[in-house]
């Protein structure tokens, strides 16, 4: 998975952030596509996205017009960083 993070950990990163944005409701996920390759997935959460592109070590977070409203960078795991 990207970032070496597990499905568990991103999922945790995700709720956390989207909760902290004031998003409510269910999250989507929608894999990225170019030309028939993987190039990232989209999460949505009651009208804000968070982008996570393959080979990027981040996760950009984003309201319902598109403003950065901020990146992870790090994850961490039982207390232990994983750079991204």
């Given at each position: 998975?990207?970032?070496?993070?597990?499905p568990d950990l991103?999922?945790?990163i995700l709720s956390e952030n989207f909760a902290?944005?004031?998003?409510?409701?269910?999250?989507v996920r929608t894999l990225l596509l170019r030309d028939r390759e993987y190039v990232g997935q989209r999460f949505r959460c009651g009208?804000?996205?968070?982008?996570?592109?393959?080979g990027?070590?981040?996760?950009?977070f984003y309201d319902e017009g598109g403003t950065l409203l901020k990146?992870?960078?790090r994850l961490e795991e039982n207390g232990k960083n994983i750079a991204a």
């Open positions: 998975m990207d970032l070496g993070a597990t991103m999922h945790q902290e944005l004031g998003a409510a409701g269910p999250m009208g804000f996205q968070a982008v996570l592109l393959a990027s070590g981040a996760i950009s990146t992870v960078r």
